[in-house]
């Protein structure tokens, strides 16, 4: 599968909102906080078009938020090397959605509100990650791993700077 780096659509967010609204409805107070995270997050940010969701979840309620998303057609794919993560694969692939369940007090959560946050706050960083994403995105058109290893290493420099400073 070709990867496609498209100019910020305005539908993102209200994608979002739907994803949000259905997660929300099946998890309930499970959920301690839903965030639409990922380049789809950042105002007038060029993304792959596939809205980045995480759920926050205590760690004593993970396997309830597993049935409860199994029940409203999510599959659940493991942590997928990242522990305290949980992806989950949409049977309905509309909107195109990744759906992640953090557990509270692991790093990944706070890890993807921190880069989103850096993003919209800084116009010159995410015209520079976007600039990086167009370019990956060209020289690993069929190789989604090159393509999120090569842009790895500019997340991990935003949060490391964020972190010494």
Known sequence: MMISVDP????WARSYQLIRKR???????????????????VPGLA?????????LVARGRLREAIRLLDEIGYQHEGDLGIPGREAFRSRDPSPAHHLY???AGTPEWERHLRFRDEL?????????????????????????????VAKSRFVARVLGERRTS
Do not use: F, M, N, Q
Request: glycine share 6%.
């Open 47 to 55: 993304a792959k078009p596939i809205i980045d969701v995480d759920v």
């Open 120 to 148: 919209r706050a800084d116009p010159s960083l995410a015209a520079a990650y976007a600039e990086l994403k167009r370019t990956l995105a060209a020289r690993h058109a069929g190789d989604r791993d090159a393509y999120t």
């Open 8 to 11: 910020y659509d305005h539908s």
């Open 101 to 103: 369940v953090c557990i």
């Open 23 to 41: 997660v929300r409805g099946a998890l309930g107070d499970i959920a301690l906080a839903i965030e639409h995270v990922g380049s789809t997050a």
